[in-house]
């Protein structure tokens, strides 16, 4: 434990006070009901990793947007306010053992398994598609990417209005914000495009940006 001398001392991310700086990450536990809400299992797993002393739980990655949004089901679902109650069940289990909480939202894009119902997007129609397993996507448009926006952000919404203390976005993998970051997923021509920086981060950075105006600083 020598070199580890100050996992056990308080930390701060932003507003957010930890006992400790041990952290859960986000893993996905196909722990949700059959229909995306959280149930008892989720709950009493959660509840023991919190019980056990880690000092930031991150709850698995949830979906903003149905179906479109899974890559298979179960997922927790953020993408409707009938999910509440299962949601803030959750974030008090945590809370009573002195552990913050965060859920990172996500969007499966181009890795959405059509079986689930309706059609996997993305960036760019790629024939073939990245992975060989993935369907061939349906192109954004601008108005749909703004529409997405406004998911991952009124999810955010959610998660707060359930009583965690943050979130975290998705974004690696094959994951729809990822593809969008991706210069093999990307081929747009746009300003949402894989050219620079700033374009191919567009879509995140307005994410984050209407998530923290309908959050508040201090979320």
């Not at 930890?18 to 893993?27: D, S, T």
């Not at 952000?153 to 959610?158: D, K, S, Y």
Request: charged residues 25%.
């Amino acid at each position: 434990m020598s070199h580890y001398k100050h996992l056990l001392e308080p930390a701060s991310i932003r507003h957010l006070k930890l006992k400790n700086r041990m952290v859960k990450p986000a893993q996905w536990l196909v722990y949700a009901e059959a229909d995306g809400s959280v149930g008892e299992r989720a709950i009493a797993f959660y509840e023991t990793i919190a019980k056990g002393g880690v000092g930031l739980v991150t709850v698995e990655e949830s979906i903003c947007d149905f179906p479109q949004g899974a890559s298979a089901m179960p997922h927790i679902r953020l993408d409707d306010d009938k999910f509440l109650p299962g949601l803030t069940r959750l974030a008090q289990a945590i809370h009573s053992h002195d552990a913050r909480a965060i859920v990172q939202i996500t969007h499966a894009g181009p890795a959405h398994n059509p079986l689930v119902g309706g059609e996997a997007i993305a960036p760019s129609r790629l024939e073939p598609p990245a992975e060989p397993v993935f369907a061939i996507a349906h192109e954004l448009t601008k108005e749909e990417i703004a529409a997405l926006v406004e998911k991952f952000a009124q999810a955010a919404l959610r998660v707060k209005n359930a009583g965690f203390d943050g979130v975290e976005l998705h974004m690696a993998h094959y994951a729809l914000i990822n593809a969008f970051l991706s210069r093999v997923q990307n081929k747009r021509s746009d300003e949402y495009g894989a050219a620079s920086l700033e374009t191919r981060s567009r879509f995140s950075r307005e994410i984050l940006k209407r998530a923290r105006a309908l959050c508040g600083e201090d979320f």
